[in-house]
């Protein structure tokens, strides 16, 4: 099981536009295989950061995630949108 953490802090007058573009995204990642989840969740104490929470049966299916047309049509446009570079923590269940 692969767990991906992907934390991200969106310009304040980018938020609608970031959301609507990771609709897209969520909608088909979701039917990907291997996929078990794929979320996303907005801090509580600050809007602006936006976090990716996603569980994968394997590393081949995320990276098979990381090079379909709808990845890497939308996240570079959603790079537009952040205020630094994303950051992004995988990892494998040990227990």
Not at 7 to 14: G, L, N, P, R, Y
Not at 24 to 44: F, P
Request: aromatic content about 8%; hydrophobic content about 35%.
């Amino acid at each position: 099981m692969i767990k991906v953490v992907a934390k991200s802090v969106i310009k304040k007058d980018c938020l609608e536009k970031y959301n609507s573009l990771v609709t897209e995204l969520i909608e088909e990642t979701r039917k990907e295989k291997g996929n078990v989840s794929y979320e996303l969740y907005q801090d509580i104490n600050n809007p602006c950061i936006l976090t990716f929470i996603e569980e994968w049966s394997d590393e081949e299916s995320l990276n098979l995630h990381l090079q379909s047309i709808h990845f890497t049509t939308i996240v570079p446009k959603l790079g537009l949108l952040r205020e630094n570079e994303s950051e992004i923590n995988i990892y494998r269940l040990i227990r």
